[in-house]
């Protein structure tokens, strides 16, 4: 299955996380993970403070720009940015490194909303 076809077909519970400014699903409830917690605050180098939430897996986000390991806020991860596959707004970001879990996500929670779109 493509990345978005496995987050808009389960028919489980409906726990999908969607772009707050386009209404595109991008993630799962139950792929949130605790990393030092589940939600985390961090101040980037030009002093914005982002709140953001971790998940395992976001199909919803697209990978953009080089991996880099400066000013990481998670030692031993490079990161890359994360953006909407539906509008290509900002998300977050996408870490990856040699410790378990190898690859997760860090995506802004303002950026995100849990309601469904309107039809």
Known sequence: LAPDAQIETEDE???RV???ACGHAVT???WAFDFG???RVFINPAGRLFR???FREAPGA???GQPTAEHTWFPGFSWNFAL???CGGHLGWRFEGDAAPRVFFGLIKAALTETPPRI
Do not use: K, M, N
Request: include cysteine; charge should be neutral; glycine fraction near 10%.
């Open 18 to 20: 969607f772009c707050a």
């Open 84 to 86: 909407c596959r539906g």
């Open 13 to 15: 519970l409906d726990d």
């Open 28 to 30: 799962r409830t139950r």
């Open 52 to 54: 953001i939430r971790l």
């Open 62 to 64: 697209a990978e953009t």
């Open 37 to 39: 917690g589940f939600e």
